[in-house]
């Protein structure tokens, strides 16, 4: 072989060689910079992108389930007391008599004693609409965790004492699904102001917790808004702190003269005052 001939071949393997080692550690590829995310698969809209819809906010059941309708309020009054009925409410503390009683039976005549003050109310004020409503609240297996006592009406005390005579205390306490049950049903009364008052001795064991529910009523639109008012009954008022911070009033009260006197002075002082300040409706 010639000198020349075989020099050329050398070169020739040496710029094989070359393109080799070149397409294996040639310059790496530009990497992609962090603010410049992958491309979006086929079909798959950037967020922002036009065209686009950004995704929904999650949705809240308690504000979802509280949704008022579209139908204006009249002018009245409703009012839903909630009795706790749980287990714990069979527990004794002292009464007027200077012995012991339990809560539920301290609770009942109490609770009786605002359906005779909102009788009498109403025969003095027969032009102002006012409605009571009775529930308790249990949770008893496959029973229905609140339940109404005394449909929201113009109530009387003898319908009232023959009802809350056949209550009983058992099982947990779902405080939260007692203020949407009542809630729902004084919206379907429609009237303007709306009460929901709370005698309780325990934290909420099931379903919604009463602050959610608290908060979630004080977001609404103020004709369809209900006052929150909780009288914490032999237990630590701080408990439902998450209640006043919505803008409930929380009371607390340890025996039956504190709790009639409690009560009292919510329907007396607050409800009905708040009643009897407001123009009274003009007559059809």
Known sequence: MARGESGARVLLGLFVAFLVLFNIFGPAKKPRARNNPPPSAPGHAEPGASGASASAPPVNPIAEALRPGDAPAKDGVAVAILIDTSGSMRSRVPDTDGGNASKLEIAERAVLGIVKNGEEHRGKNPGRPLVIGIYEFSARGNQENVRAVCTPSELSSATAQEALSGLRATGGTPIGDAMIRAKLDLDALGYRRQHLLVVTDGVNTHGYQPGDVADAISTLPE????????????????????????GGLVLSAANENELRETLTYVFTGK???EQLMAPEPSKP
């Open 223 to 246: 004709d369809h808004r209900a006052s929150v008012y909780f009288v914490a009954f032999d237990t630590d008022a701080k408990q439902f702190e998450p209640v006043r911070q919505a």
């Open 271 to 273: 409800i009905l005052a």
